[in-house]
Each structure stands twice: as C-alpha cells, then as structure tokens.
C-alpha cells in the first residue's frame, strides 16, 4: 500500500521560513517524480513544485518561484519543500504527490496525471 506521509507545517510569520518533508513507502520511489500543491479554502488546488525522479529537474510554479526549493533523498524515500519569504497568500494546506512518468525525467504540473496523494499538511502565514 502505497503512504505519502507530509510534516512539517504549521503557523509562521509573514518573511517566515518552514520546511515540509514527505515520507513516502509501498513504492519504489526512485521510479516516480515528486510533486507539491497546494489548497487554499475556496480555491483550486495550485501547483507548487515538482522534482524528477533523480533529482536533476525541478519545476515551480509561478506563484512561488524564487522563493521555495525542492529536493529529494532516494535513499531516505522523502522529498522536502524548503519555503523562505512565506506570505499570508501562501496559507494553504499542502500536498505531496507521486507521479510514475512517461519518459525518464518528465515533470508535469498537472495534478490529475499524479497517481498517489498524501493527506495534507496546514501552513499558516499570519501577518
């Protein structure tokens, strides 16, 4: 049975820092592409962040580029979401998601091609 396990989140300052982790089990994980999003209450879920799966390529969406970083440990199964400079719009509960991907290293921002989703951890970004 496939886990995706998030931690990390909680309540920050606006110009904060936080770091997500994800442990993931029940798949080889150096076969799939990790991703992030996000849900805001009465939003869509938003891409965030996405890693191959050798860690080589990474994507980030608009919203949070040159703020966030990704990265990933094949030998720990985990991937982390380092976020710097957090802002009261970035209050969201915060996803993990695998990707098993066509090619070798293709990322996809879209979240309907990612098979396997955690169960969320909150981020709170108070001014």
């Known amino acids: 049975q496939v886990q995706l396990v998030e931690s990390g989140g909680g309540l920050v300052q606006a110009g904060g820092s936080l770091r997500l982790s994800c442990a993931a089990s029940?798949?080889?994980?150096?076969?799939?592409?990790m991703g992030w999003f996000r849900q805001a209450p009465g939003k869509e879920r938003e891409f965030v962040t996405a890693?191959?799966?050798?860690?080589?390529?990474?994507i980030y969406g608009h919203s949070v580029k040159g703020r966030i970083n990704i990265s990933r440990d094949n030998t720990k199964n985990t991937v982390l979401l380092q976020m710097n400079n957090l802002e009261t719009e970035d209050t969201a509960v915060y996803y993990c998601?695998?990707?098993?991907?066509?090619?070798?290293?293709?990322?996809?921002?879209?979240?309907?091609?990612?098979?396997?989703w955690g169960q969320g951890t909150q981020v709170t970004v108070s001014s």
């Open positions: 029940g798949l080889t994980f150096s076969t799939y592409a």
């Open positions: 890693i191959s799966r050798d860690g080589v390529r990474t």
């Open positions: 998601a695998a990707n098993r991907p066509p090619t070798y290293n293709s990322l996809t921002s879209r979240s309907g091609e990612y098979e396997y």
